[in-house]
């Protein structure tokens, strides 16, 4: 294939990436379309390809709709039992990140709650909240006409929006002081106090490190102060579970703050937390090795602040 393609193909793979990652949920999974993408391309006729851009899009967009049918055909990924791979603030395949609407469809929490809609609701949602296609775009990209592509969308706009019943978007700044208070509470074991710091409907899930086979709820305030009491209590068998005591970090995930756990330059444990109106409403935690895996190289080529806790 001659360096013009390829050029071409390259200018795209950014973009490509993060629209496929926000159809998939999983980094690993968005590489993987993208490259049979870029081996469509190579095969294809490309002096017939009007606009190239477009033509990629298209690509990409099915061979992730084919994903998660196959997917959900085989029930790898039912509805709930599943928790997207988290992205360090900073990692290209976030992608678009100017508007709101951009920022929260990349959040942890609605791409859990894309999970719940059907792959044709995921796609117009994504192509249309995330990167601002039109109806007839989008009509184009998934053989549908415009107005099913309207009525798509207006059906993932509900569905999400019922879900969320969040305020608007907390101030990062703000939103931190939130978290260092939540940290505190919860080293030093006031579970009073941690349930002072979480909102009436709060939700935590956990992937309970990859070895439990289904993923841990817990719902009001006592239960998630309970949960995140009983998590941060260092014990030897914690220890000898990760290897070590890590150090606690605050960091950004998927556009929201986050607790880190490193140890010796190795994340070991990423709680996403959402804030909304100064208390935290949502927490996610993920410590299953295949998960973390780019959050971990993204981890160990940045300078991360010092530990809001040196040892655990």
């Known amino acids: 294939?001659?360096?013009?393609?390829i050029d071409r193909f390259e200018a795209s793979r950014g973009r490509l990436a993060s629209?496929?990652?926000?159809l998939l949920g999983s980094a690993a999974d968005a590489e993987d379309a993208v490259q049979d993408a870029f081996l469509r391309w190579q095969a294809a006729d490309r002096g017939r390809v009007e606009v190239p851009e477009?033509?990629?899009t298209k690509v990409v967009t099915n061979l992730c709709l084919d994903r998660l049918r196959s997917?959900?055909?085989r029930h790898e990924r039912a509805a709930g039992d599943w928790l997207p791979e988290p992205l360090l603030d900073g990692d290209?395949?976030?992608g678009p990140?100017?508007?709101f609407e951009q920022r929260e469809s990349v959040s942890l929490a609605v791409l859990t709650l894309l999970e719940r809609l059907s792959p044709v609701e995921r796609a117009v949602y994504v192509l249309r909240e995330a990167f601002s296609y039109s109806h007839a775009e989008i009509a184009g990209i998934l053989d549908l006409t415009e107005s099913a592509s309207q009525q798509h969308a207006h059906r993932a706009r509900t569905r999400v929006a019922a879900e969320r019943r969040r305020g608007g978007e907390a101030d990062p700044a703000s939103a931190r002081r939130v978290v260092e208070e939540f940290l505190a509470a919860a080293a030093s074991g006031r579970t009073d106090r941690l349930v002072e710091?979480?909102?009436d409907d709060v939700t935590a899930i956990s992937d309970g490190a990859g070895l439990a086979k289904r993923l841990m709820r817990y719902k009001t305030p006592e239960r998630v102060a309970s949960f995140v009491r009983a998590g941060f209590k260092s014990t030897p068998a914690k220890r000898r579970l990760v290897g070590g005591s890590p150090a606690i970090?605050?960091?950004r995930v998927n556009g929201s703050p986050a607790v880190v756990a490193v140890l010796e330059g190795r994340v070991v444990g990423a709680v996403a937390l959402e804030v909304s109106d100064g208390k935290v409403a949502s927490l996610r935690g993920i410590a299953a090795t295949d998960q973390l895996t780019r959050l971990n190289k993204a981890w160990q080529q940045h300078e991360p602040e010092a530990p809001v806790i040196s040892a655990w």
Do not use: V
């Open 1 to 5: 294939m001659e360096s013009a393609a």
């Open 19 to 22: 629209l496929a990652y926000r």
């Open 54 to 56: 477009a033509w990629l």
């Open 71 to 73: 997917a959900r055909a």
């Open 92 to 94: 290209p395949m976030l």
């Open 97 to 99: 990140a100017d508007t």
């Open 197 to 199: 710091l979480l909102t």
């Open 249 to 251: 970090h605050i960091a």
